[in-house]
């Protein structure tokens, strides 16, 4: 299960947010929600949530830094910025904080539920290439005896 966390000022937006989020076709709880950044930064830190929803423009501490202090702290959630503002500056921020997309309010369902399955396939295919290296790992383990051993009378 993918957990998505949901982080804005509006509580009309969480509602609608937790609303239309199919949450049983994209295999995904709900993680939690913050009213603020700082807010926002605890729950992301406790709940540890695959994909993160945020606003930018919040009070206490804003998203953008949210997302910085997170990533300086090793975070590796997905970011999905929902904003009311589509200012350049914020944009570029949020590109070097490696958001996976920004989305500037107004924004459809169809739109959000598209990001969001984009996001996940992307999370599943990271997931099976990790379970494909685990795997490779475990095989050359298998055959590290015998390897040391025929290299080692050659030697």
Request: charged share 25%.
């Amino acid at each position: 299960m993918w957990r998505i966390a949901i982080i804005d000022d509006d509580r009309q937006v969480l509602a609608g947010m937790r609303n239309i989020i199919p949450w049983g076709e994209l295999n995904a709880v709900y993680a939690g929600e913050a009213e603020d950044g700082k807010q926002g930064l605890e729950l992301v830190r406790q709940a540890n949530p695959d994909i993160v929803i945020t606003d930018i423009y919040m009070p206490v501490m804003n998203g953008l830094e949210m997302l910085e202090a997170l990533r300086q702290s090793g975070c590796t959630s997905r970011f999905v910025i929902l904003s009311g503002y589509s200012d350049f500056e914020y944009a570029r921020q949020a590109l070097r904080l490696e958001v996976t997309d920004y989305l500037t309010k107004p924004v459809s369902i169809a739109t959000i539920r598209n990001v969001l399955r984009k996001v996940i396939r992307s999370l599943e295919e990271e997931a099976a290439e990790r379970q494909e290296q685990h795997e490779l790992m475990e095989q050359v383990s298998q055959f590290r005896p015998y390897l040391e051993k025929n290299v080692s009378s050659r030697l």
